[in-house]
């Protein structure tokens, strides 16, 4: 699986937008791009993922760029319990036929602060 | 829906002895996994099943450690004997590969071993 490389922390102010972004500069064609992040005391949870199209759904919105080499995961209105570590992941799909381990990196650490 | 289920939540145990942890995946989930994370290493993939049957276990770390699926809803992870570098956080996450590929992740189970 490809490599990235992530920020060590951030900071964002509540009901701003918080852009976290990822360099994958040697990613595959059948390479997916996930985030992840983990609350404090908490397990990793999921929260979006693509290929090469951006992405949105109920808790975040992923732009890739055209040569797919980096990621911006945005969370539009940051909250106070969106304070975690982020995780850029890049994997094959596991939902096809090939088994896409889910390698964790160092993260990015998200202070969201009022 | 019941999320991924572990225990115990947290285990003290002296060197020596064994240690079971024990997880039950989302219902319909037919892949497993078992995570390790600790402050130095970070989160690591430990063992993979899919179908109950073991895909993957190039991360368990040495013989002292073992982990069976006997069925759709329940897994182990034992460590015989336990060393104190055992101390982490044990996470087990399921995934359903024929619908989606993102993983849901346990609240974990934290082992100190002394």
């Known amino acids: 699986d490809a490599k990235t490389t992530q920020p060590t922390s951030m900071d964002c102010a509540e009901g701003r937008a918080a852009n976290l972004p990822c360099n994958h500069s040697t990613i595959s064609g059948n390479e997916y791009v996930y985030w992840y992040r983990q609350i404090h005391s908490q397990g990793p949870q999921y929260i979006i993922h693509?290929?090469?199209n951006n992405e949105t759904n109920e808790m975040a919105s992923l732009i890739i760029t055209e040569d797919r080499k980096s990621s911006t995961l945005i969370l539009p209105h940051a909250t106070l319990r969106d304070t975690a570590v982020y995780y850029c992941i890049v994997r094959v799909d596991a939902g096809g036929t090939s088994y896409g381990k889910l390698t964790f990196g160092q993260g990015t650490i998200l202070t969201v602060h009022p | 829906d019941a999320g991924v289920i572990q225990s115990p939540r947290h285990e003290v145990t002296e060197m020596g002895q064994e240690v079971t942890l024990r997880c039950k995946p989302i219902?319909?989930?037919?892949?497993l996994f078992w995570y390790r994370q600790t402050m130095m290493r970070g989160l690591e993939l430990l063992i993979y099943?899919?179908?109950?049957?073991?895909?993957?276990d190039s991360g368990m770390p040495e013989d002292r450690f073992s982990a069976k699926m006997p069925n759709a809803s329940f897994s182990t992870l034992k460590i015989q004997p336990s060393e104190p570098r055992d101390s982490a956080v044990y996470f087990c996450?399921?995934?359903?590969?024929?619908?989606?590929?993102?993983?849901?992740f346990g609240p974990g189970t934290r082992l100190t071993v002394t």
């Open positions: 099943f899919n179908n109950n049957v073991p895909i993957d």
């Open positions: 693509g290929l090469k």
């Open positions: 996450a399921s995934s359903n590969r024929g619908l989606s590929s993102e993983q849901y």
């Open positions: 219902s319909g989930h037919n892949s």
